[in-house]
């Protein structure tokens, strides 16, 4: 059939590799091209006059792509109220009983068989539409990709996989998981802060706060843009955390986000402070600077956080020991009180201050 014939073309030249079925049976011997595409002349001369389909073969020789096969439109409504920000960025084709849902993988991953379908990776096809199903339903695009392959998520492929399953990886119970960064995640960063045992998970989530609020890219975005990638490490750390409730973690996250202020902004909140001195104080002294600081920091509730060792390095100070008696000198004067005490050590938390000397120092 012509239609199916220049709608392979269309798919091949997208990168994709493609050949003709009838039914579900290939026309042709297609473990060729599982592993390289098909020229344009292997491609026409295909029978397509008897083909009822279009078949994908999937995993590296289709650009890494992955297809999630869901056995009937119950299973797919499960993963797609559990995960509508992912369903919504997968190219997804609706099928004869359930859909297909495609997204990158960073490596081979194999196929996988699953209670309510498959995932099917590396030496495993799919039909495209316009095929055609033996039972007479023409497969369809959900909506139609501009390219399927730049179109689809790179993704763990943890999230489509029911939650109690799981595949041996280095000798440990893990989800097979490649990578998320389609959205707004930072793979280095999370991938330096996954817990390796019980008792870091608090640590952990600290750390990859700062490290991601320390990326211009995503200083600005509010945290429930950052919920995907808590998701993607909360997958990661399960093998190695004892408080297993996403929510908990997801709150512990939030709160660390909102505390943590952008890389640079120290510096910037630093210098523009010292031009309105705060009165009482001599001018430019490490004490008028740490004043004017606390009180460009201040929140509309006037509340801040600052470490010693920050405000040491940003107001002139010897030393940690030295800006602390300062905190404790700004206290004295009515300037700042202390609403909570930190941690200790190298990712412990800083005091809670509250600025109480006024906009105007008064």
């Known amino acids: 059939m012509s239609t199916l014939r220049d709608a392979a073309a269309e798919y091949r030249d997208a990168g994709l590799s493609v050949f003709a079925v009838s039914g579900k049976a290939p026309l042709t011997k297609w473990a060729e091209y599982s592993r390289r595409l098909p020229t344009q002349r292997e491609l026409a001369s295909m029978p ?24 009937d439109a119950e299973a797919y409504g499960r993963f797609s109220s559990e995960h509508p920000w992912l369903a919504a960025q997968c190219p997804t084709v609706h099928t004869a009983r359930g859909y297909h849902v495609y997204f990158l993988a960073g490596k081979k991953t194999k196929t996988i068989n699953c209670p309510d ?9 799919v039909l495209l539409p316009p095929s055609r199903h033996p039972c007479g339903i023409e497969y369809s695009w959900v909506a139609e990709p501009l390219n399927l392959i730049s179109d689809a998520p790179l993704v763990d492929a943890a999230y489509f996989l029911p939650p109690t399953h799981t595949t041996p990886l280095h000798g440990k119970n893990l989800y097979t ?7 707004v995640t930072s793979v280095d960063a999370m991938a330096a802060c996954i817990p390796q045992k019980q008792g870091e998970r ?7 706060a700062r490290r991601l609020k320390s990326r211009p890219e995503y200083a600005a975005l509010p945290v429930e843009a950052l919920r995907p990638m ?7 750390a399960l093998p190695f955390i004892s408080t297993k409730d996403f929510a908990v973690s997801w709150r512990e996250f939030s709160a660390a986000w909102r505390a943590c202020r952008p890389s640079g902004l120290l510096s910037a909140a630093a210098t523009a402070a010292t031009a309105t001195p705060i009165p009482g104080l001599s001018p430019d002294t490490p ?11 201040a929140g509309p509730d006037g509340q801040f956080f600052l470490a010693t060792r920050d405000a040491a390095k940003h107001c002139g100070f010897a030393g940690p020991m030295q800006s602390l008696r300062a905190f404790q000198k700004l206290a004295a004067l009515c300037l700042i009180t202390l609403v909570q005490r930190g941690t200790q050590g190298v990712t412990g938390r800083a005091n809670t201050y509250r600025w109480i000397g006024g906009e105007n120092g008064d």
Request: glycine share 10%; with cysteine; aromatic share 10%.
């Open 117 to 125: 379908g498959e995932l099917r990776g590396s030496r495993a096809y």
């Open 230 to 236: 808590l998701e993607q490490w909360h997958a990661k």
């Open 202 to 208: 608090n640590r952990c989530l600290l750390a990859l």
């Open 48 to 71: 397509w006059n008897r083909a009822t389909g279009i078949a994908l073969a999937l995993g590296a020789v289709s650009g890494g792509l992955v297809a999630r096969d869901f056995d």
């Open 287 to 297: 004490v008028a600077r740490l004043a004017a600081l606390c009180r460009a920091l």
């Open 177 to 183: 998981i490649t990578h998320y960064i389609n959205y």
